[in-house]
């Protein structure tokens, strides 16, 4: 019988522009771990990183909650967390947390849940940190690759990325908000001008399409929002720098990832890389702020590490 399962989950940029709440992407920056071992009694967390300990407010502890509810399971569990992601930058730190626990949890108990119920689960512990569920981030995090997610009901649509995409990823040292993502949603504005939706979507309906036609060019010269990225640049120094410098060095395409406050550059691996890195360091320098930059490519969804 396994007493103990170890999975590891991928960060992932969310949104990608004009798919706000829809569109995610798994990335190979940064993973998380975590291991499920079995023990008598309770859920207990164990962890290094500066997060939450109690499992009703932490990501990982809320999957293990709903999901000994939803499959009747007495049994107490263990969740050792080691992250690798950073928390609070837009990289799907806690999603990718729940994504590993969802899908060890599943391999513990011999669940063989399909890929929507693990998504689901991992989705319903995202909510300790974002205060609301959107499935963006786990859904790529647990699928790997891209996706779309549709909801009510869920349904994830995921498509390979091609293989010569790449991102740029600028990560700034800030101070962020405890509440980030809630903070950086409470920007957005309720109400939208028709011809903004309109911009969105067909930039959308365009990335999709360069994803189904492995067409790293239309994907990220359609990385392109006029709602979500002018109400929420704000909060990210240098911003339109960064943005600006990064073109100019070659990428296609620049936006938030995710709530942002680090920015992700997208191009082909053709481009310099490292040109459009560096340049995106200078323009978040411009506004006396430094930055660890990443280049990284699409990751393959969560798995599990048997020990
Ligand atoms: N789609 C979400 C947002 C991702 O932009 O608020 C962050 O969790």
Do not use: W
Request: overall charge positive; hydrophobic content about 40%.
């Amino acid at each position: 019988m396994v007493s103990k399962v170890t999975a590891k989950a991928p960060s992932s940029t969310a949104n990608l522009g004009p798919g706000f709440d829809v569109f995610g992407l798994a990335v190979d920056a940064f993973y998380d771990t975590v291991t499920l071992t079995k023990i008598k009694n309770g859920i207990k967390i164990i962890t290094d990183a500066n997060i939450p300990t109690n499992p009703e407010k932490n990501t990982a502890g809320l999957v293990v909650k709903n999901m000994k509810r939803k499959f009747k399971i007495k049994q107490g569990i263990e969740i050792n967390i080691k992250k690798g992601i950073p928390a609070g930058f837009g990289m799907g730190s806690s999603a990718a947390s729940a994504a590993a626990t969802a899908v060890a949890f599943d391999k513990l108990f011999g669940l063989k849940l399909d890929g929507n119920s693990l998504v689901e689960f991992a989705g319903s512990g995202e909510k300790a940190s974002a205060g609301t569920v959107h499935y963006d981030n786990v859904a790529a995090s647990v699928l790997g690759g891209f996706v779309i997610v549709k909801t009510n009901p869920l349904d994830v649509i995921r498509i390979e990325p091609p293989s010569n995409l790449r991102m740029c990823i600028a990560v700034p040292t800030i101070k962020v908000p405890k509440k980030k993502t809630k903070v950086s949603r409470g920007v957005i504005p309720k109400k939208i001008k028709l011809s903004d939706s309109i911009l969105n979507l067909s930039n959308a309906a365009s990335i999709v399409a360069g994803f189904m036609n492995k067409d790293s060019e239309l994907i990220g010269n359609s990385i392109k929002d006029v709602i979500v990225e002018p109400a929420r640049q704000h909060m990210i120094p240098g911003f339109l720098k960064v943005k600006e410098n990064a073109i100019k060095a070659g990428a296609l395409g620049v936006t938030i990832s995710g709530a942002g406050p680090s920015v992700i550059a997208f191009a082909k691996s053709s481009a310099n890389l490292k040109k459009i890195s560096m340049a995106m360091s200078k323009g978040f320098a411009s506004a006396s702020t430094e930055c660890q930059t990443i280049i990284c490519k699409p990751s393959k969804g969560a798995v599990n590490k048997r020990k």
